[in-house]
């Protein structure tokens, strides 16, 4: 009988997953972390922005391989958004890991959680999952009234340019990540988002996704008043920008990276957007 | 004794003393890869640590990171240079590697799916109570077992559908359906998502991950069975080489044998492919090598390209994880095989064609 219950147990501890990896929403995986974590390791940029932001940089260890920002230039890195060294993440003891969740990251992360790492998995792929993710760092690392400041700050700013944006004749933008192939800022992506709080109508009224491929015949009838470039093509732009209903719109190339990442910087995105389709509209001073 | 019998016990080339010395010497490189995989990587451990306080970093690193990976690159290493041996000696095709049979062209299909249509694990598959055990499967890689089974088996029915079964058609049949496979993946990756696009070329590059010791286990136990049916085969397989008419002569079962062969080969293959997606270059190179350097005998090309594909692919995953430093990331296991083992083969191709023309 024992033996029976032991078996089970057994089992049962086989079967239960050490955690459930959500792609949708903040997610606690591996062991709990102290309440003010001291040594902390991001595998994005936009979190390492948000800690920053969030005044904790001092406590960032490890940051992944794609973050460029001079503060974080002399730590550790530990791979990848996909591929993250497990290895290096764990030789850093962290007291808290902050990922992104992808499938594709699945099986190193959860491996960190289980060899003793307290994982935080945050989805960033819109406004409002930057703002929760904002939220629920700032309480993990004992900064909530900072991270709600953040927020607020954000919101104000969202406010402000929709306010502005009011007084403007609403245009048609084009936002265009590359060229070959022909790929738009479609529903549900961040861009698209930044384009509704700036006032503006997405031409892409044909894209069925949120990084969506686009035929040219498509953009071409878009009636588009504004194309926003945020493509590396400068040729295959300037084909584009001959075609007979695109010629007459307005071309401008994106002046920073703020308006491709979600991520604390997105106030400074929607500002950006709003100067490039308003440019007489002049901006209003921001807080920060 | 029938023909077949005097045939398989001839002589060893180099006798049984050699020989048994010889796998030996293999297996020690084998174990000495395996250890210096577990002992060396990005980060410097202490052993003293590791062994004296379970809960260190140290033995964390040691027991759930590197051991385990090094034990999946013995695992896959075999099964790729054993299958890539006896295709290559069944197929009398010296280019024949692991993936001529549509293996890999299935594999990559089923995984290219799994992750365009986002499935994380199988658990996503079936409703409770067989969920939670999927929980811990990922569904690309059952995905992929799945393809390579299903592109075997009409590489089989496609061989055999004219009346006799030739080793041509099985393998005609596999490079049109690795075309076909990867055309199916052209269109998919064509019509996903970026993010996922970079999840796709990830798992076809082929990486070594870190899987759980049942699944280990479980993909030991298929590999012993494979490599050992191929190993038990062998002696049929030499006088296979010989041609058809002449091994049916000799009292060799050629239709059955090969079935026999092929399914050995696709099963272990399949099962490797599961595990890390496409590694390249071990199933071609490491029979090609050993049979520069012990000539042309199965029984014993066989179980040395084992051992010879398991140091081979240990040692480029530790060359691999050694050059983190250097790029801030993992190179795919198979941009390493490929590297070092192209130039090798292509010296010790010539100091051979040299050997012999001074021989002359």
């Known amino acids: 009988m024992r033996r029976a219950v032991l078996v089970l147990l057994v089992i049962r501890s086989l079967l239960v997953a050490t955690s459930a990896f959500a792609l949708d929403r903040p997610t606690y995986l591996g062991p709990k972390p102290p309440p003010s974590p001291r040594r902390i390791v991001t595998l994005a940029p936009s979190l390492t922005e948000t800690v920053i932001a969030l005044g904790a940089g001092d406590r960032l260890v490890g940051v992944s391989r794609f973050d460029d920002l001079p503060e974080v230039a002399k730590l550790a890195r530990v791979g990848g958004f996909v591929d993250p060294s497990v290895e290096a993440v764990i030789s850093l003891k962290p007291q808290l890991v902050l990922v992104q969740p992808s499938p594709g990251n699945r099986q190193p992360v959860e491996k960190m959680a289980e060899l003793g790492a307290p994982v935080l998995a945050l989805p960033m792929h819109n406004i409002a999952e930057v703002l929760r993710s904002m939220r629920e760092i700032g309480a993990a690392l004992g900064l909530s009234d900072r991270a709600e400041r953040l927020v607020q700050e954000l919101e104000r700013t969202r406010q402000s340019v929709r306010a502005r944006a ?78 007979a209903g695109l010629k007459q719109a307005r071309w401008v190339k994106l002046p920073s990276k703020d308006l491709l990442h979600p991520g604390p910087g997105l106030h400074k995105g929607l500002e950006e957007i709003f100067a490039l389709l308003y440019p007489g509209a002049g901006t209003a001073p921001v807080a920060r | 004794m029938t023909p077949e019998d005097a045939f398989i016990a001839r002589p060893l080339r180099f ?34 640590a590791a062994l004296a306080d379970p809960t260190s970093t140290d033995a ?46 299935g594999a990559a299909l089923g995984a290219t799916v799994a992750i365009a249509a986002g499935l994380g694990t199988a658990s996503q598959l079936a409703a409770t109570p067989i969920h939670e055990a999927l929980g811990r499967i990922s569904a690309p890689s059952l995905f992929a077992f799945a393809g390579s089974l299903g592109a075997t088996a009409l590489v089989f029915a496609g061989a055999r559908s004219g009346g006799q079964s030739s080793p041509y058609a099985a393998l005609l049949t596999g490079v049109i359906f690795n075309a076909f496979a990867s055309a199916a993946i052209t269109c998919i990756k064509a019509l996903v998502m970026p993010d996922k696009l970079g999840e796709i070329l990830y798992w076809l590059a082929g990486t070594l991950g870190y899987e759980r010791g049942s699944t280990l286990a479980a993909a030991a136990l298929l590999q012993v069975v494979a490599i050992g049916v191929m190993w038990l ?64 005998d199965q029984r014993l090309l066989i179980p040395c390209s084992a051992l010879g594909g398991a140091a081979f692919l240990t040692s480029s995953d530790l060359v691999a994880r050694l050059l983190f430093s250097l790029f801030h990331t993992e190179l795919p296991v198979g941009v390493i095989t490929a590297i070092v083992g192209g130039p090798l083969f292509l010296v010790l191709l010539r100091r051979r064609e040299l050997q012999r023309v001074e021989g002359l």
Do not use: M
């Not at chain 1, 084009?174 to 738009?184: D, I, K, S």
């Not at chain 2, 293999?26 to 980060?43: F, H, K, N, V, Y």
């Not at chain 2, 041996?85 to 001529?100: G, S």
């Open chain 2, 233 to 296: 085969c062998s002696g049929s397989l030499n006088l296979l080489t010989l041609g058809d008419d002449d091994a049916a002569s000799l009292g060799v079962h050629v239709a059955r044998t090969r079935l026999v062969l092929l399914l050995g080969a696709s099963l272990s293959v399949a099962g490797a492919v599961a595990l890390t997606g496409l590694i390249g270059f071990v199933g071609l190179i490491v029979p090609h090598v050993l049979r520069l350097w012990l000539g042309p």
């Open chain 2, 15 to 48: 006798g049984l003393a050699r020989t048994a010395a010889l796998v030996g010497a293999l297996a020690a490189i084998c174990l000495l890869a395996l250890a210096l995989s577990a002992r060396l990587g990005e980060q410097s451990i202490s052993l003293r």
């Open chain 2, 60 to 105: 964390a690193i040691l027991w759930s990171l590197r051991l385990p990976r090094a034990i999946l690159a013995v695992i896959v290493g075999a099964a790729l240079g054993t299958s890539g041996c006896a295709l290559q000696a069944l197929t009398r095709n010296p280019l024949a590697d692991p993936f001529v049979l549509g293996v890999s062209g």
């Open chain 1, 166 to 243: 009011r007084a403007q004749k609403p245009l048609r933008v084009l936002f265009v990540y590359g060229f070959e192939p022909l790929v738009v800022a479609g529903p549900g992506s961040f861009a698209d988002e930044l384009l509704k709080d700036a006032g503006a109508i997405n031409a892409a009224d044909k894209a069925d996704s949120a990084y969506s491929v686009y035929s040219a015949e498509n953009a071409v009838r878009s009636r588009a008043d504004v194309v926003i470039n945020a493509a590396e093509d400068d040729a295959a732009a300037e084909k584009f920008s001959r075609l």
